[in-house]
Antibody, heavy 123, light 109 residues
Framework: QVQLQQWGAGLLKPSETLSLICSVY????????WSWIRQAPGKGLEWIGE???????NYSPSLESRVTLSIDTSKNQISLTLASATAADTAVYFC?????????????????WGLGTLVTVSS | QSVLTQSPSMSGTPGQTVTISCSGR????????VYWYQQFPGTAPKVLIY???QRPSGVPDRFSGSKSGTSASLAISGLRSEDEADYYC??????????FGGGTRLTVL
């Protein structure tokens, strides 16, 4: 059973860089896009971006200029960095298994979620 | 402002059927599958419906999805108190991004 364990700094000052890491355990890492999705307090879900281990990536247009997603296949990890954080970036950030990539016709995107990490940006 | 439009809240009584709607555009719902997620407070969302109307194993058949044109719906029949949660629709947009609805909070009276 696939499990996602995520961690990173929970408190940032404005203008600092948000950095989170997600490790994938118990299942295949390749053949999937791995996404980050966030949820501001009391708000809905916002997709940040996705990346697979074959070099494919997609980003939310509203965040693309500040977001970097990286993959470390040796550790089955995906990381998120978000530059120049502001209070508007305060949210719970989820690492999520997305759609299949390459030959993997995985039909159920966002079927496995990490527990979420609350990141607060405040001076 | 979410790309997909959902009513912010709905309510129903036990046993009733409620339908949650999700409206989009030709670039997302009109051309691609719709997915539905259920979220309880303080927890991660869970997929209820994939590819418009398919249920993952373990999801009760009280939950059903449909799509027509640029709109989609999630129907919950035989409403139960444990169905009280937030519901989100999602779809791939042909501008290379995933988009979500703003969520519908369902209250079981």
């Amino acid at each position: 059973q696939v499990q996602l364990q995520q961690w990173g700094a929970g408190l940032l000052k404005p203008s600092e860089t948000l950095s989170l890491i997600c490790s994938v355990y118990g299942g295949s890492f390749s053949g999937y896009y791995w996404s980050w999705i966030r949820q501001a307090p009391g708000k809905g879900l916002e997709w940040i971006g996705e990346k697979d281990n074959a070099g494919g990536s997609n980003y939310s247009p509203s965040l693309e200029s500040r977001v970097t997603l990286s993959i470390d296949t040796s550790k089955n990890q995906i990381s998120l960095t978000l530059a120049s954080a502001t209070a508007a970036d305060t949210a719970v950030y989820f690492c999520v298994r997305g759609q299949g990539s390459g030959a993997n016709a995985h039909p159920v995107p966002f079927d496995v979620w990490g527990l979420g990490t609350l990141v607060t940006v405040s001076s | 402002q979410s790309v997909l439009t959902q009513s912010p809240s709905m309510s129903g009584t036990p046993g009733q059927t409620v339908t949650i709607s999700c409206s989009g555009r030709s670039s997302n719902i009109g051309q691609n599958y719709v997915y539905w997620y259920q979220q309880f407070p303080g927890t991660a969302p869970k997929v209820l419906i994939y590819r418009n109307n398919q249920r993952p194993s373990g999801v009760p058949d009280r939950f059903s999805g449909s799509k027509s044109g640029t709109s989609a719906s999630l129907a919950i029949s035989g409403l139960r108190s444990e169905d009280e949660a937030d519901y989100y629709c999602a779809a791939w947009d042909d501008n290379s991004k995933w988009v979500f609805g703003g969520g519908t909070r369902l209250t079981v009276l």
